[in-house]
């Protein structure tokens, strides 16, 4: 009883040492070097600004619509309302679509060959044909995060529902189960690990591929506010958005990272 409570106490301590303490003085430290290198004069102030005067930024730009006419909390609004609408339609069409490539030799041979043709093309790559098609608004926006989105979740949902252990499916077999019975019980849960990692990648390519086009073509947006900077020569203004867009991204992937250990109880996860 002793023996298993202090082996508890110190897996509670070492997460939280290097769950939390460890995590959050690599940031302090790192801030604190390019505090110093920008303050030294090793890198210029009009190239990259101190942290120190980013906090300040941060709190003009809550209230202050200048330089591009929309304050911080409406440009991250209309980011993660593009983003996210994109990605969530991708998540919805890609993985499925993924396990039924991946278990259904019909429809890999149908489908398959167009995907090929259409997985090399870069989302960048769609932004001018679909400003012709759809104009610089939300649907535009969308279709773009979408497509980045939809590559990564087909590849991994596919790659993982491939992986299941044979000897599962032949037991699953032997117990009488039907072909979609086995994909239900057997082949999607043994994916959800590769389906996670496909999430991720897509919500990185989503917030990559956003950027870009609010950068081409928009009115507002994290995108936007870091174009403007570059246009009114305000780095605070640029390293702001990345930096915002950074911790954003961090967020989510925390939260997938829960959502993941709820999914997938029986694989451990550090």
Known sequence: MNKN?????????DKWKYGVIIPVLTVVIFLIIWELMVRVGVIPQRYLPKPSELGNVFIDKLSNPRPEDSTL????????????SGFLVAVVLGIPL???IGWYKGINRFVRPIFEIIRPIPPIAW??????????????KVFIIFFSAFV????????GIKLTNITLIN?????????FQI????????SLPMVFAG?????????????????LAADSGLGFMIMMGRQFTRPDLIVLGMVVIGLIGALFAFILSKLEKKMVRWRSIK
């Open 183 to 190: 994909l239900t019980k057997v082949g999607i849960p043994s």
């Open 127 to 140: 932004i001018p044909l679909t400003i012709l098609l759809l104009g610089i608004g939300f649907r535009a």
């Open 5 to 13: 409570k202090t082996e508890n106490t110190l897996l509670k301590r």
């Open 152 to 159: 990564p979740c087909v590849i991994n949902s596919y790659t």
């Open 98 to 100: 993924g396990w039924f």
């Open 199 to 215: 999430i991720r990648i897509a919500l990185g390519a989503s917030w990559a591929s956003l950027v870009a086009a609010e950068m």
């Open 73 to 84: 909390p409406s440009n991250i609004l209309s980011s993660l309302q593009v983003s996210l």
């Open 171 to 179: 037991v699953a077999k032997t117990c009488g189960a039907s072909y």
